[in-house]
């Protein structure tokens, strides 16, 4: 362990960019122009079993792994698969963050208002696994002794997080990502961390601001349309219906501290994987535990129930992410006008 007796030196760092340390802009109640940009880890998965974007997954010699599956070690991020995905969730905290969030010289980012990290974890609800968890026991009503043959198979959902980056408009997108910091050497970084990330664009509602933008946990919900429902359309449904639904309950004035729509309208470029998502609800939480309190509320039974008349809910899915703030102008944050 190193000790630090002295105060760090804050340069080049992303501390600099968010309060408060970092200059506020101020306010708006107009929608922001956001990338929810969804990520998979490079990893070892074989290539049939999670999409893979082409050129990602790279040796030390920055060249795609073919197969690597067959050739894990030669993976430049983790080549020992027991620590690959805990060097994957630091690396892409600790390292990659704060390089997206660094101005080089000539280079300008203050353009970009907000980024926030949404990392997933495995042990907040899910889709596949939601609460409440409960003991698995006999007809004895004693704890089974046998566990080791009756452990839970796992569902990894398709996705180990998402960049949330929020703009002012469109152009400011292109303004900052058209630098050569970001065309080239960000890129390369996404190369070694990910395995395919999406580039969606997306219209950002925020039905309830949060007090700080420090709320530590969210519930992401990817959602798809009904078949036969334009996108158009259950967009206008999910806003204008769905949004003070969720709102008015009484559980989410209880448990959720910050609750935003991410409405995509198009992409950076080709993204097969991300045009398939029709909505994104990041809904935010003081705790796990909240979350959990309110997944199992008679309120949030009657949200799902409604979600369903225009969501499929065979192709949407949920889970529960931990955020770090990387880059924040805003403060107030407001809700947005609809």
Same mark, same amino acid.
């Given at each position: 362990?190193?000790?630090?007796?002295?105060?760090? $030196?804050?340069?080049?760092?992303? *501390?600099?960019?968010?309060?408060?340390?970092?200059?506020?802009?101020?306010?708006?109640?107009?929608?922001?122009?956001?990338?929810?940009?969804?990520?998979?880890?490079?990893?070892?998965?074989?290539?049939?079993?999670?999409?893979?974007?082409?050129?990602?997954?790279? @040796?030390?010699? %920055?060249? &795609?792994?073919?197969?690597?599956?067959?050739?894990?070690?030669?993976?430049?991020?983790?080549?020992?698969?027991?620590?690959?995905?805990?060097?994957? $969730?630091?690396?892409?905290?600790?390292?990659?963050?704060?390089?997206?969030? =660094?101005?080089?010289?000539?280079?300008?980012? $203050?353009?970009?208002? +907000?980024?926030?990290?949404?990392?997933?974890?495995?042990? %907040?609800?899910?889709?596949?696994?939601?609460?409440?968890?409960?003991?698995?026991?006999?007809?004895?009503? +004693? *704890?089974?002794?046998?566990?080791?043959?009756?452990?839970?198979?796992?569902?990894?959902?398709?996705?180990?997080?998402?960049? =949330?980056?929020?703009?002012?408009?469109?152009?400011?997108?292109?303004?900052?990502? %058209?630098? &050569?910091?970001?065309?080239?050497?960000? !890129?390369?970084?996404?190369?070694?961390?990910?395995?395919?990330?999406?580039?969606?664009?997306?219209?950002? =509602?925020?039905?309830?601001?949060?007090?700080?933008?420090?709320?530590?946990?969210? *519930?992401?919900?990817?959602?798809?349309?009904?078949?036969?429902?334009?996108?158009?359309?259950?967009?206008?449904?999910?806003?204008?219906?769905?949004?003070?639904?969720?709102?008015?309950?009484?559980?989410?004035?209880? =448990?959720?501290?910050?609750?935003?729509?991410?409405?995509?309208?198009?992409?950076?470029?080709?993204?097969? &994987? %991300?045009?398939?998502?029709?909505?994104?609800?990041?809904?935010?939480?003081?705790?796990?535990? @909240?979350?959990?309190?309110? *997944?199992?509320?008679?309120?949030?039974?009657?949200?799902?129930?409604?979600?369903? &008349?225009?969501?499929?809910?065979?192709?949407?899915?949920?889970?529960?992410?931990?955020?770090?703030?990387? !880059?924040?102008?805003?403060?107030?944050?407001?809700?947005?006008?609809?």
């Amino acid at each position: 362990m190193t000790n630090q007796t002295v105060a760090p $030196d804050l340069a080049g760092s992303d *501390l600099l960019q968010r309060p408060p340390h970092g200059r506020v802009v101020g306010s708006t109640t107009k929608p922001l122009i956001v990338t929810p940009t969804f990520v998979s880890r490079t990893d070892a998965t074989p290539e049939n079993e999670r999409p893979h974007d082409a050129g990602s997954g790279v @040796d030390r010699a %920055g060249q &795609e792994v073919a197969h690597p599956n067959r050739h894990p070690g030669a993976i430049a991020l983790e080549p020992d698969e027991n620590r690959a995905f805990e060097h994957w $969730d630091e690396y892409w905290r600790k390292v990659h963050g704060p390089k997206f969030a =660094y101005e080089e010289p000539g280079a300008r980012n $203050d353009k970009v208002l +907000r980024y926030d990290q949404v990392h997933r974890i495995a042990s %907040g609800p899910s889709s596949a696994f939601r609460p409440p968890y409960k003991a698995m026991i006999g007809a004895n009503g +004693r *704890l089974v002794a046998d566990p080791a043959a009756r452990i839970p198979t796992y569902w990894r959902p398709g996705w180990d997080g998402f960049a =949330y980056i929020a703009y002012g408009s469109e152009e400011d997108i292109e303004a900052v990502l %058209g630098q &050569e910091q970001y065309a080239k050497r960000i !890129i390369a970084d996404e190369h070694t961390v990910f395995r395919m990330v999406t580039r969606e664009v997306a219209r950002e =509602y925020i039905i309830i601001p949060s007090t700080r933008h420090r709320d530590p946990v969210s *519930l992401v919900k990817i959602h798809r349309r009904r078949s036969g429902l334009s996108r158009e359309a259950f967009q206008a449904r999910w806003l204008k219906e769905h949004a003070d639904f969720v709102a008015g309950k009484t559980a989410t004035a209880e =448990y959720v501290q910050r609750y935003a729509q991410l409405h995509p309208f198009g992409s950076t470029q080709e993204d097969p &994987e %991300g045009s398939k998502i029709d909505g994104i609800s990041v809904l935010s939480f003081a705790s796990l535990n @909240d979350v959990e309190d309110y *997944l199992v509320s008679a309120d949030h039974a009657a949200i799902e129930a409604a979600e369903i &008349e225009f969501a499929d809910p065979d192709m949407s899915e949920f889970w529960t992410a931990v955020n770090y703030g990387v !880059i924040n102008r805003l403060s107030p944050e407001l809700a947005t006008e609809r």
